[in-house]
């Protein structure tokens, strides 16, 4: 989405008219950014460039471009398949779009982006590429090694974003827990965090994707003591059976990852913890499975996603290992996770009934609004559903009392008007 949103403030500086996402079929250039990471990502991607394919075929478009990480790593196949497409270009190639849809290379002030989020939240991209080999992960290859933004550059950025509205930033990076460590010789995302809550303007700051071996404690201490940061961490831990975890190649075992939830608990009270989990990785048999579903019934996580795995090829797992479980074992198993999660989810909620909670109004919906509290993310976490009488403003906090929930969102009205 921030690759997107710098391609379209060029694309906006030479003249054109952007529209994203769009059913609008006024289009006659479209650009796909492709995501390559799992096969079902992959089967997205591919869908999309043939739903275009089949619109340029019957003269409705006039140029059809595709970008990103499936195409990067596909686009030699790609090409002979799927002719309609005018090019392919990689993960780093706004330069050569802008050559093949004829706008000049000019200059446009660092940073600049055209959000296509609500204009008081954005995404912080921090860093790119990933120096980590988990065995099941394609995104090394794809994006390469870690290559960190320097501090005043995202300063300079956040600036930038606050100045249109923005509130809130998402920060976001492969591996978001090693920042700094190529441009700086150590880890700096504590050091980060603090330059960014200096921001004028922005409000609250939200981490996502940080990898959990060796997790900074001062970022932990951040956690607790930046009143900008959110009591959010999204923690990506994968597995918790040790076996697994080897197999992962990902540098951490359960005891290490139970201390660190524990940590997290207690340094940071009220924290919500978002991970997700793969299961159906190599050596995930019966016992590695009942163990992982005890640990999310142990932990009770706020919020989880679950993906299955998938033999992508040229990684240490495709490899090594043999994918020996069917495609309809490995959904069994996530939609167990995800079961278990829908009922500690609910009680979870159900728990907040009767508080009062800061809510940042996101938008109208249906006759009331939808907001989130600093516990939820967009796009994935839950939402505060809000009947009120009174006119509200997006990107404004209101205290709202809880009155109802379910197992995805909080009901309530507001109470007194902050800001
Ligand atoms: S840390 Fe994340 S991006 Fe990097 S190799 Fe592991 S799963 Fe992939």
Sequence with gaps: MVDSEKLMARLRYGGYTLLHDSNDTSAKIVIINTCGFIAGA??????????FAEAKR???????FVMGCLSERYKDDLRKEIEEVDDFFGVSSIDDILTAVGVPHVQVPRGERLLTTPKHYAYLKISEGCSRRCSYCAIPLIRGKHVSTPVEALVSEAQLLAQQG???LLVVAQDATSYGVDLYGKRCLAALLAALSEVDGIEWIRLHYAYPAHFPDDVIEALRNNSKLCKYLDIPLQHVSDA???????GINR???????????????GVALRTTLLVGHPGEDDAAFAELLDFVREVKFERLGVFTYSEEEGTYGARHFKDALGQEEKQRRADAVMKLQAGISASLNHAKIGKTLRVMLDRR???GYAGRTEFDSPEVDGEVL??????????????IQITAADEFDLYGELKITNS
């Design 255 to 269: 005891r290490q990852t139970c201390e660190l939830i524990g940590k997290l608990r207690s340094r940071v009270p």
């Design 365 to 367: 919906e249906g006759s």
């Design 244 to 250: 697994v975890l080897k197999n992962m190649r990902r």
């Design 42 to 51: 992959k089967e997205e991607s591919v869908n999309t460039i043939l739903e």
């Design 166 to 168: 923005v509130k809130e």
């Design 386 to 399: 809000i009947a009120s009488e009174k006119p509200l403003t997006a990107g404004h906090f209101y205290s």
């Design 58 to 64: 019957r003269g409705d478009i006039e140029q059809l």
